[in-house]
């Protein structure tokens, strides 16, 4: 199932947030449904990364790789990274798949693997 | 406002303790106030990050002042993630400098152990954004992961800096009978040896288990009193000379400059601001190191070096007991544990051990002013405070 990671433009200023916030942090214009959706470009720079080791009964793996990823349009964001040996600053593309199994629902975000 | 004084500490053992957790709030509480000298308070505030999860019992700060029979004061139970402790402690604070109140408890307690330990990390990775962070299966060791490898490739610092810092404080614990850890470690048996990586395997690549805290059960408490309550109970004057707090965004990606702790700059500004003093005249702190990379971040961030420097400064023995800048001598969250809703508090029992002059092998010399920080989310909500002996 194809599902999106949006970022949210602010319709007085432009600025672009991810994640969702109701006010916006450049101008703090304070209306309701001032934000415009924006899909997130897939692509981008992973700028850290880590492998954990000891996690959640969730997640059915051994070693779990996570990342901050800076995409092409400055935005950044978090995501799950599979790359068997990631290096800072190289190019990543981002699939968005299932994440996460919780008890009643399946939870959608960005898979990074390299570019 | 009005000056206010800590007249009495007191603490349980941090451990894995099989009591209720009002009781070791309690315990706590009571060690305070025998300390102090008083039977009776105008206002109780209760630290705590997980009753209502982990333990199963909300409104925790009721079962807590009707168990030591302090009712009808009245009590409110402070929940503001790692840095539970230290909000109670402003907020307790607040109460006497308003002229409110003139003598509060402040206790903060937490019985993590009443659940597995990867429970306990996922409870705690409840505090990072909900659909941006948690959902990936971000946990505060992974945070504190990719920071540290930030870290390392702007500052440079290695695997060695952060197995000194565990080092320093698990031996600073051993001289705490109340710490968590009475295990000696060495370089050789976490880092240098053949089967160091064997004792010391990953937890969230590139931290490993000695870079990260234990999950600890247990509890702290002060009494905090106006001026005329406390110059009444003969103990040292110990005043509350600063505190200042600030947050940051929720998720940690958003922030302009990853390996900045904008948070705890802002917090300890502030705090110096209000005591009129500068990272300078601080003889003693007690530093946030749920992870060794914190210890030193937070030790630039605060003021005590240039930013990027902390691990030198490491090195070269400046943050032991006997050190130019001394952190942690309890051992700190590394060393001492780490029972999320008491950690704030019993930073402060620290300090105010120290400036009473009552810590024995690990006594400070001198000491007679002092700095907490207490470090809530990743870096999302800190309060520093500062503090000075004035008799
Ligand atoms: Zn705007």
Same mark, same amino acid.
């Given at each position: 199932?194809?599902?999106?990671?949006?970022?949210?433009?602010?319709?007085?200023?432009?600025?672009?947030?991810?994640?969702?916030?109701?006010?916006?942090?450049?101008?703090?214009?304070?209306?309701?449904?001032?934000?415009?959706?924006?899909?997130?470009?897939?692509?981008?720079?992973?700028?850290?990364?880590?492998?954990?080791?000891?996690?959640?009964?969730?997640? %059915?793996?051994?070693? !779990? @790789?996570?990342?901050? +990823?800076?995409?092409?349009?400055?935005? &950044?964001?978090?995501?799950?990274? /599979?790359? %068997?040996?990631?290096? !800072? @600053?190289?190019?990543? +593309?981002?699939?968005?798949?299932?994440? &996460?199994?919780?008890?009643?629902? /399946?939870?959608?975000?960005?898979?990074?693997?390299?570019? | 406002?009005?000056?206010?004084?800590?007249?009495?500490?007191?603490?349980?053992?941090?451990?894995?303790?099989?009591?209720?957790?009002?009781?070791?709030?309690?315990?706590?509480?009571?060690?305070?106030?025998?300390?102090?000298?008083?039977?009776?308070?105008?206002?109780?505030?209760?630290?705590?990050?997980?009753?209502?999860?982990?333990?199963?019992?909300?409104?925790?700060?009721?079962?807590?002042?009707?168990?030591?029979?302090?009712?009808?004061?009245?009590?409110?139970?402070?929940?503001?993630?790692?840095?539970?402790?230290?909000?109670?402690?402003?907020?307790?604070?607040?109460?006497?400098?308003?002229?409110?109140?003139?003598?509060?408890?402040?206790?903060?307690?937490?019985?993590?152990?009443?659940?597995?330990?990867?429970?306990?990390?996922?409870?705690?990775?409840?505090?990072?954004?909900?659909?941006?962070?948690?959902?990936?299966?971000?946990?505060?060791?992974?945070?504190?992961?990719?920071?540290?490898?930030?870290?390392?490739?702007?500052?440079?610092?290695?695997?060695?800096?952060?197995?000194?810092?565990?080092?320093?404080?698990?031996?600073?614990?051993?001289?705490?009978?109340?710490?968590?850890?009475?295990?000696?470690?060495?370089?050789?048996?976490?880092?240098?040896?053949?089967?160091?990586?064997?004792?010391?395997?990953?937890?969230?690549?590139?931290?490993?288990?000695?870079?990260?805290?234990?999950?600890?059960?247990?509890?702290?408490?002060?009494?905090?009193?106006?001026?005329?309550?406390?110059?009444?109970?003969?103990?040292?004057?110990?005043?509350?000379?600063?505190?200042?707090?600030?947050?940051?965004?929720?998720?940690?990606?958003?922030?302009?400059?990853?390996?900045?702790?904008?948070?705890?700059?802002?917090?300890?500004?502030?705090?110096?601001?209000?005591?009129?003093?500068?990272?300078?005249?601080?003889?003693?702190?007690?530093?946030?190191?749920?992870?060794?990379?914190?210890?030193?971040?937070?030790?630039?961030?605060?003021?005590?070096?240039?930013?990027?420097?902390?691990?030198?400064?490491?090195?070269?023995?400046?943050?032991?007991?006997?050190?130019?800048?001394?952190?942690?001598?309890?051992?700190?969250?590394?060393?001492?544990?780490?029972?999320?809703?008491?950690?704030?508090?019993?930073?402060?029992?620290?300090?105010?051990?120290?400036?009473?002059?009552?810590?024995?092998?690990?006594?400070?010399?001198?000491?007679?002013?002092?700095?907490?920080?207490?470090?809530?989310?990743?870096?999302?909500?800190?309060?520093?405070?500062?503090?000075?002996?004035?008799?």
């Amino acid at each position: 199932m194809e599902r999106e990671v949006n970022a949210y433009k602010c319709r007085k200023c432009g600025t672009l947030h991810y994640p969702f916030r109701m006010v916006c942090k450049n101008c703090r214009a304070n209306d309701y449904f001032e934000f415009d959706i924006e899909p997130l470009p897939k692509r981008g720079k992973l700028l850290t990364f880590t492998f954990i080791h000891n996690l959640p009964a969730q997640f %059915e793996v051994a070693r !779990l @790789g996570l990342g901050i +990823v800076e995409l092409e349009n400055g935005i &950044r964001v978090t995501g799950q990274v /599979d790359i %068997e040996d990631p290096t !800072l @600053g190289m190019d990543v +593309v981002g699939n968005v798949e299932v994440v &996460r199994h919780d008890t009643y629902d /399946d939870r959608y975000g960005f898979v990074f693997r390299a570019a | 406002m009005r000056d206010v004084y800590i007249i009495g500490i007191g603490i349980t053992t941090f451990t894995r303790l099989e009591y209720p957790l009002s009781e070791i709030a309690a315990y706590a509480s009571m060690g305070a106030l025998k300390d102090a000298g008083v039977t009776d308070v105008d206002y109780v505030l209760v630290a705590n990050m997980g009753s209502a999860r982990i333990n199963n019992q909300s409104a925790l700060a009721s079962a807590v002042v009707d168990t030591l029979s302090l009712t009808p004061a009245g009590a409110v139970r402070i929940e503001n993630g790692p840095a539970s402790g230290a909000s109670a402690i402003k907020e307790g604070f607040m109460a006497v400098a308003s002229g409110m109140h003139d003598t509060v408890l402040v206790v903060g307690a937490e019985r993590m152990r009443e659940v597995n330990n990867l429970e306990a990390t996922d409870f705690v990775a409840t505090l990072t954004h909900p659909m941006a962070e948690y959902i990936y299966g971000v946990t505060l060791p992974g945070h504190a992961a990719m920071f540290t490898r930030l870290y390392m490739e702007k500052y440079g610092v290695t695997e060695r800096h952060l197995a000194m810092v565990g080092v320093k404080n698990q031996n600073n614990a051993m001289l705490n009978k109340d710490a968590h850890l009475h295990q000696k470690i060495t370089m050789d048996g976490i880092l240098d040896s053949p089967e160091a990586f064997t004792n010391n395997p990953w937890v969230a690549e590139p931290i490993r288990f000695f870079d990260c805290c234990p999950v600890s059960d247990g509890g702290a408490a002060l009494i905090l009193a106006s001026k005329e309550v406390a110059e009444a109970s003969g103990k040292p004057m110990i005043r509350i000379t600063g505190i200042g707090q600030a947050t940051d965004t929720l998720a940690v990606h958003e922030r302009p400059e990853p390996t900045d702790l904008m948070a705890v700059r802002i917090a300890a500004q502030r705090a110096y601001e209000m005591a009129g003093i500068t990272a300078a005249d601080i003889d003693v702190a007690e530093l946030h190191d749920a992870f060794t990379i914190l210890e030193i971040a937070e030790s630039e961030e605060v003021g005590f070096f240039e930013k990027g420097t902390g691990h030198l400064a490491l090195e070269r023995g400046e943050t032991a007991i006997d050190g130019k800048m001394p952190i942690n001598p309890s051992g700190g969250l590394k060393g001492k544990g780490h029972p999320v809703g008491a950690t704030g508090v019993a930073q402060v029992h620290e300090i105010v051990v120290q400036l009473r002059g009552d810590a024995g092998e690990r006594q400070v010399k001198d000491a007679r002013t002092g700095l907490a920080c207490n470090f809530g989310g990743f870096g999302n909500n800190v309060v520093v405070s500062t503090y000075a002996r004035e008799d």
